[in-house]
């Protein structure tokens, strides 16, 4: 794989490489509407779940599809893909009653970072 350069970079940008991968055949845990709640877990390295969203409920909105898993890429240990879902938070439910009644947070997180509430 290599060191990352800016001309690597670039080469890639131009080549349009996708994280996306084909499934396995497995089915999505999670359904459009349905709601789900983050783990709360603090890993010393690479995550994409925010430390302010970590044991929140959420709705899925969105199956994205099947993407290399970010985290396991990051420290070098392949693709794991997985599901990835855009989840949508309430103010409320992230800042308690500061926030405002229409504040809203969408999160694109990974199938291993969601469990049922």
Known sequence: MGKLTAERLAQIIEDGHSHRREGDGTAPRFAE?????????HPGGHTRLPRYAMGRTGTVIRNQGVFAFADTKARGEGDCPQYCYAVRFEGSELWG???HRRDAVILDLWDSYLEMP
């Open 33 to 41: 509407g349905q709601q789900v709640r983050t783990i709360n877990h």
């Open 97 to 99: 009653n500061a926030a």
